[in-house]
């Protein structure tokens, strides 16, 4: 049974930084597309970032720049590092995994999904 338990979400001012952790089980996050999405009031789950089995990230336009993904292989965990947080960052954030190792940017083709963490921005 795959798990994905985020953590590390909070209130932060803006241009502050947090560090969201993705911990599965389950499965190795080495071999698959692990992904950050988020959902803020009122609006549709949008995706954020995915690293693949092989270390490729894309980031969404809005956070290119600011938000790194990356992948402790040992502790079978990816994080998402926040630097310089804006208001519109305000969300819950998701992390998500596949069946597949094809990499996707679409939050439909993603089969597992965590609980998410909030994160809350503000100005």
């Known amino acids: 049974q795959v798990q994905l338990v985020e953590s590390g979400g909070g209130l932060v001012q803006t241009g502050g930084s947090l560090r969201l952790s993705c911990a599965a089980s389950?499965?190795?996050?080495?071999?698959?597309?692990v992904a950050w999405f988020r959902q803020a009031p009122g609006k549709e789950r949008e995706f954020v970032s995915v690293i693949s089995g092989s270390d490729n990230t894309y980031y969404a336009d809005s956070v290119q720049g600011r938000f790194t993904i990356s992948r402790d292989t040992a502790k079978n965990t990816v994080y998402l590092q926040m630097n310089s947080l804006k208001p519109e960052d305000t969300a819950v954030y998701y992390c998500?995994?596949?069946?597949?190792?094809?990499?996707?940017?679409?939050?439909?083709?993603?089969?597992?999904w965590g609980q998410g963490t909030r994160v809350t921005v503000s100005s």
């Open positions: 389950g499965r190795t996050v080495s071999r698959y597309p």
């Open positions: 998500a995994s596949r069946r597949t190792s094809m990499l996707t940017m679409s939050k439909n083709l993603y089969d597992y």
